[in-house]
């Protein structure tokens, strides 16, 4: 089969099931091409994410809340367009909202590093390439998602969801020590290139992605939307800030303590995400989202509570592994409770609208975490994401007795 040739988005709609490919070929190989693309679009995010908040901080000389600005102008990118993006991965193909992503991000690396150069406005031009990455990554993983529904079917979701976030967790992982080894011997402008390459690789490995016909059907309105995910969207999103927490403030809260190996927090966060998706990645389809969401934010809360009272780096490594390995089957989890009652014609903007709940705790939660470390400290970024952890497990029980 060729790159371009379109391929059936439901099972049911081509054979029957014992002889199609999502049940004779492993789930992992059907998805490993889109979860190739989905790892180097990720490491776009991660290479830079270890050394951006000491960049915004010590180089430019901004306090906690440009810190905490600059991570989530991003989020804040990705949020406003992600019905954008989703409406045109049904209406053009996911194929087409990918490689038009991956393209913002190789811009996004390049205007990073161009920031890194200019003595006046620095700042404006870092946040133009955030909002650029925010856009491409919007693309990408809108795309994504209804590729990897559309290739495996939707009774798999939680089971796509669970592989595309390995994809984007490990990038993550394995971004944030490469790019401090970067940024030692190349500078900020060094990591900027990296991470336009990233995606730009990305694009050449793409062409070996076979065309998924759109979706087609009546464009859902945002509102109808958010409306379709909804309790489920709010368990994530309270969920994800710890996440922002880790990402943007562990570094700073090493640096305050006097601690070294600030990016091992971040490493910790992603290897203990990934080990917790592979081992699990399929608990959500098989014994309910709601049930494995109740556990997973309960361990997430707890990791978060051990950030706040690490006495020593390794203890707050240690707490970081456990918040990685409590989020990383939130995502599928509330996911499978939200897809629930979602048309197909529909898929790609629903998933975009649930993935934009991650994008408001990001760019909504992070900032008002630079105020509140400004204020009392940056341990009270975690003791915030504990709080917000119970929350999400608060909507996770909701959801399990309803359905029940």
């Not at 290479?47 to 906690?64: D, I, N, T």
């Not at 809260?253 to 081992?279: E, K, N, Q």
């Amino acid at each position: 089969m060729t790159p371009s040739s379109p391929i059936p988005i439901a099972p049911a709609q081509t054979a029957p099931p014992s002889t199609h490919a999502a049940t004779i070929t492993p789930l992992w190989q059907v998805l490993a091409p889109v979860c190739a693309v989905v790892f180097l679009e990720f490491l776009a995010m991660g290479l830079p994410l270890g050394v951006l908040p000491s960049h915004v901080h010590g180089v430019l000389g901004h306090g906690s809340l440009v810190v905490g600005l600059a991570i989530g102008a991003q989020s804040a990118a990705t949020l406003l367009t992600r019905h954008a993006a989703g409406t045109r991965s049904d209406a053009r193909g996911p194929r087409h909202a990918m490689l038009a992503g991956l393209s913002l991000s190789v811009i996004a690396g390049l205007v990073l590093a161009l920031s890194g150069v200019v003595a006046a406005g620095s700042l404006m031009v870092l946040l133009i390439a955030r909002g650029l990455l925010g856009l491409g990554e919007s693309l990408v993983v809108s795309g994504a998602l209804a590729y990897g529904v559309a290739l495996a079917g939707r009774e798999r979701t939680g089971a796509v969801m669970a592989w595309v976030g390995i994809a984007m967790y490990g990038a993550l992982a394995a971004g944030s020590p490469v790019g401090a080894a970067v940024h030692a011997q190349r500078g900020f402008v060094g990591v900027a290139l990296a991470a336009a390459f990233a995606p730009g690789l990305a694009l050449l490995a793409a062409r070996w992605l076979q065309h998924v016909a759109p979706s087609g059907g009546t464009r859902l309105a945002w509102p109808r939307a958010l409306g379709s995910i909804g309790r489920a969207g709010a368990g994530l999103a309270l969920s994800a800030v710890g996440f922002g927490a880790i990402a943007t403030f562990a570094a700073l809260h090493f640096d305050a303590r006097g601690w070294s190996h600030a990016a091992h927090a971040m490493t910790a966060f992603g290897i203990a995400y990934v080990i917790a998706r592979l081992l699990g990645g399929s608990l959500p389809d098989r014994f309910g989202g709601a049930r494995v969401a109740v556990a997973s934010t309960a361990i997430t809360a707890a990791g978060q509570l051990g950030l706040w009272l690490a006495p020593s780096p390794i203890a707050a490594i240690a707490a970081a592994a456990v918040s990685g390995l409590g989020f990383s089957l939130a995502f599928p989890s509330f996911g499978v409770e939200a897809m629930r009652t979602v048309a197909p014609q529909h898929r790609g903007v629903a998933l975009g609208a649930y993935a934009a709940c991650f994008d408001a705790a990001m760019a909504g939660f992070v900032p008002l975490l630079g105020l509140a470390v400004g204020a009392m400290g940056s341990s009270a970024a975690f003791a915030i994401g504990a709080l917000a952890a119970i929350g999400a497990l608060a909507v996770a029980l909701s959801l399990l007795r309803r359905a029940r």
